[in-house]
C-alpha cells in the first residue's frame, strides 16, 4: 500500500509542485561562504560524512513555462503554498463529522478510494533547492529545456513491451510480480538510485561513511545501502548484476566520481514501474555518472548524467543539493507487521473469478 500511495501522491514528474511537510530539511543554502575551508578525512580527502536530505519541492522535470532560475516572488509562492497546505490539514478534526461517502473519500489510485496516510506523516521538503545561489524549477539542466530527452526508437519499442506485460500481469496478480519497493526489496521512485533522487513522499534521507577505499551511502528508504569502491577494483563481468548497479568512485580534485553500471534487471523493470518516467524503457546498457562535492558547510552538490544511446536521443544531466540534517536517520522498518499478503491475493483471485463469470454469462447458450 505504501508504494501505491507514494505513486499517487507523486504521480507525475510535476509532482514535485504539490504540497507536503519537511519535519528535518535543513533551511535553503546561501552562496558558499569566502571563509569556509573544506573539511577533510584523515586521509586528505573532502570529507562528506554525516546525514543528509535531498528533500525539496523543486520538480525533477522543468514545469512548462518556467525558467531554470525561479523569480524570489515565484519561490515565495510556492513555498508559501506548501505551508498553507500543511496549516490547513493540521486542523484538528471535527469528532462529530460524518462518515466518508460509500467508496471511498474521492482520492484515486491503487489505496483503493479510503484515503492514504495522514498529513502529519508526509515529509516531503518544503523549500525550492538553491544552487550556486539559484533557486531552481528543475533538477535536469541538460538538455537546456529542463525535460528528459525522446526516446530511441529502440526505446520506445521496449517501453511499450514493457507496458504490455503490465497490463498482462497486474502487478498484484501473484507474489512474484509484486513491485520491488512494496516488497520491501527496493527504495520507492529512484531513492536509492542511482542517480539518487527524492520520492516527494518521506524519507528522502542518507549516511554516508568513508574509508581511504570505499564510500557508503545508506539511504533511509528501504534502508538501502550502496557500496562503493574507490580507485581501481575489478569491475563486475556483465552476467552480474547486483541491485543499484555495480558502482566504482575516483577523486577528480575535491569531487567524488561515481560511475554505475550492471543494473540488476528486476531494477530496471522497476524503473518502469515507479513514478519516474525518466527510466521508463531504459536497457541493460545504462550508465549513470554521478558527482559529489562538498561546497558549503551545510552542503553536497550532486549532479548525475545518465548514459543510455540504446535509450534516449543524448546525454542528459541535472543537479541537486544535498543539505545537512541533525536529526538521526532510523531504520525502515518497511515490513513489520504486515499480513496483507493473503488479502492481496485474495482480491486477485476475487476478480478473476468474477471476469470469468462475467466470461460465462456473455457465451450463447446451446
Not at 503554498?81 to 486542523?91: A, F, H, M, N
Request: proline share 8%; hydrophobic share 35%; net charge neutral.
Amino acid at each position: 500500500m505504501r508504494l501505491h500511495i507514494m505513486i499517487q501522491f507523486a504521480s507525475g514528474l510535476a509532482a514535485a509542485w504539490a504540497p507536503g511537510v519537511a519535519h528535518a530539511q535543513a533551511a535553503a543554502p546561501t552562496k558558499p561562504q569566502a571563509s569556509w575551508t573544506v573539511p577533510r578525512t584523515p586521509d586528505g580527502r573532502p570529507d562528506l560524512q554525516g546525514n543528509w536530505s535531498n528533500a525539496t519541492l523543486t520538480s525533477f522535470e522543468r514545469p512548462v513555462g518556467l525558467p531554470l532560475v525561479l523569480t524570489k516572488a515565484q519561490v515565495a509562492q510556492l513555498e508559501k503554498v506548501r505551508s498553507d497546505t500543511i496549516e490547513k490539514l493540521g486542523q484538528r478534526s471535527d469528532p462529530n463529522r460524518t462518515a466518508p461517502p460509500v467508496g471511498g473519500d474521492g482520492s484515486t489510485g491503487a489505496a483503493g478510494n479510503v484515503g492514504g496516510y495522514n498529513y502529519f506523516w508526509i515529509d516531503a521538503g518544503d523549500h525550492i533547492a538553491v544552487v550556486n545561489g539559484e533557486p531552481r524549477s528543475s533538477m535536469i539542466t541538460n538538455p537546456p529545456n529542463g525535460r528528459v530527452p525522446p526516446l530511441t526508437p529502440a526505446g520506445r519499442a521496449r517501453q511499450a513491451e514493457r507496458f504490455k506485460r503490465l497490463r498482462q500481469f497486474g502487478e498484484y496478480d501473484n507474489p512474484e510480480n509484486r513491485p520491488l519497493a512494496e516488497r520491501c526489496l527496493m527504495s520507492f521512485g529512484s531513492n536509492a538510485g542511482p542517480p539518487m533522487l527524492p520520492n516527494y513522499f518521506y524519507n528522502n534521507n542518507y549516511t554516508i561513511v568513508q574509508t581511504p577505499d570505499h564510500v557508503m551511502i545508506m539511504t533511509e528508504m528501504v534502508h538501502d545501502v550502496r557500496i562503493i569502491r574507490l580507485e581501481g577494483g575489478e569491475r563486475l563481468p556483465p552476467n552480474v548484476r547486483p541491485w543499484m548497479g555495480d558502482s566504482h568512485g575516483r577523486w577528480e580534485g575535491d569531487t567524488l566520481v561515481v560511475e554505475t553500471t550492471n543494473f540488476h534487471p528486476s531494477q530496471l523493470v522497476a524503473f518502469t514501474t515507479s513514478y519516474n518516467a525518466a527510466f521508463f524503457g531504459t536497457s541493460d546498457s545504462l550508465r549513470i555518472v554521478e558527482r559529489f562535492t562538498r561546497v558549503d558547510e551545510h552542503t553536497i552538490l550532486y549532479r548525475f548524467t545518465v548514459d543510455d544511446p540504446a535509450t534516449f536521443t543524448q546525454l542528459w544531466s541535472g543537479e541537486l543539493p544535498f543539505l545537512a540534517m541533525d536529526d538521526l536517520v532510523y531504520e525502515y522498518a518497511c515490513h513489520e507487521a504486515n499480513y496483507a499478503m493473503s488479502n492481496v491475493l485474495s482480491g486477485a483471485r476475487a476478480e478473476e473469478r468474477k471476469a470469468a463469470s462475467r466470461k460465462s454469462a456473455r457465451k450463447p447458450k446451446p
